[in-house]
């Protein structure tokens, strides 16, 4: 989904109204929170997925934790001086309870700012999508950070700013996130998986995409060892042996020692063949990425390969 800001509409400021194209427009710079490039940007990132659950799970308890000292919660239709930790804490329970009983629980998705007529000092924020028999009311609920700490939380007005629905993965030809189906086996479907029934859905699914572009597979092999390559398949003549890393995002980009790389060497007899490993991300949606679950659609992310040995002829 995509969002572009209002030009007509009036909207309000440190208390005065003015109207859009009065204001400048921010342009925001997203790799700089991206999640995989450093672990204060992974952490800060579950930061946000955990005050995401609270709003599905009407729980706050676990993100209380994550709030800086000095937090402070405002509101963009609410002229009074922000809240601070402790009041924060009795209000947010308080408006939890009143949804509860309000049957009007608002929907929860991770936007990426694109631009806004007020600076946000974190791009990745909460769409609040609420709607009732008569109406739908959203809000963008903001993120500021100390290190790894929530210092801020702000609840605004969508069409301050542009944005679009958060998505990981390889991207298919309409630009949209390609998704897998997990097939779980008898009496495991729901279950978190295990180490390795996310090894065994990886190498599937990079088979599969091997498959889709017309690569012969030479051989097959499910054991998670370092010596012998999961995948080998040929392509004008030449062997290509992959070695299969699944992880979970948002992580750091895999880290492979520099002496390990050549372990996996060991394999490569003949001529005219390539060994390297592949990272791949598997983001579960029905967790949001918190857990993969068997039985689920997955998102996947594919880092550079990481080239091992070749022999050429």
Same mark, same amino acid.
């Given at each position: 989904m995509r969002r572009e800001i209002n030009e007509e509409k009036e909207i309000k400021l440190n208390g005065q109204k003015l109207l859009v194209k009065q204001v400048?427009?921010?342009?925001?710079?997203?790799?700089?929170?991206?999640?995989? &490039?450093?672990?204060l940007n992974k952490n800060r990132w579950e930061a946000l997925l955990s005050v995401k659950k609270?709003?599905?799970?009407?729980?706050?308890?676990?993100?209380?934790?994550? !709030?800086?000292?000095?937090?402070?919660?405002? /509101?963009y239709w609410v002229n009074e001086p922000n809240l601070t930790l402790e009041k924060y804490k009795h209000y947010i329970v308080g408006k939890f309870e009143t949804i509860k009983k309000s049957s009007t629980k608002p929907e929860i998705s991770v936007i990426i700012l694109m631009s806004g007529i /007020?600076?946000?000092?974190?791009?990745?924020? !909460? !769409?609040?999508?609420?709607?009732?028999?008569?109406s739908v009311n959203e809000a963008i609920l903001l993120f500021e950070f100390n290190k790894e700490k929530i210092s801020?939380?702000?609840?605004?007005?969508?069409? %301050?700013?542009s944005f679009?629905?958060?998505? %990981?993965?390889l991207l298919d030809d309409n630009g949209e996130p390609r998704m897998f189906k997990h097939s779980a086996l008898e009496g495991r479907n729901g279950e978190v998986m295990t180490t390795k029934e996310l090894f065994v859905f990886a190498i599937? &699914? &990079?088979?599969? !995409?091997?498959?889709?572009?017309?690569?012969?597979? &030479?051989?097959?092999?499910?054991?998670?060892?370092?010596y012998t390559p999961n995948i080998i398949y040929k392509n004008d003549e030449t062997n290509y042996c992959i070695k299969i890393l699944p992880f979970l995002p948002p992580l750091q980009d895999m880290d492979i020692p520099y002496e390990d790389r050549f372990k996996l060497s060991c394999f490569i007899t003949d001529k005219n063949s390539y060994s390297f490993a592949i990272p791949i991300g598997f983001y579960c949606?029905?967790?949001?990425?918190?857990?993969?679950?068997?039985?689920s659609a997955f998102a996947i992310k594919i880092k550079d390969a990481i080239i091992c040995w070749t022999i050429k002829q």
């Open positions: 400048k427009k921010w342009h925001f710079n997203n790799d700089n929170d991206n999640p995989f &490039v450093s672990k609270g709003w599905d799970t009407l729980n706050s308890e676990e993100y209380i934790t994550l !709030l800086y000292k000095n937090f402070e919660y405002g /509101s /007020s600076p946000a000092k974190y791009t990745y924020a !909460l !769409l609040l999508n609420q709607k009732t028999e008569t801020n939380l702000y609840m605004t007005d969508p069409d %301050i700013y679009q629905t958060y998505r %990981i993965g599937e &699914v &990079v088979k599969q !995409l091997l498959m889709e572009i017309d690569k012969e597979i &030479v051989s097959i092999n499910l054991e998670n060892d370092k949606i029905d967790t949001f990425g918190s857990n993969p679950i068997n039985g």
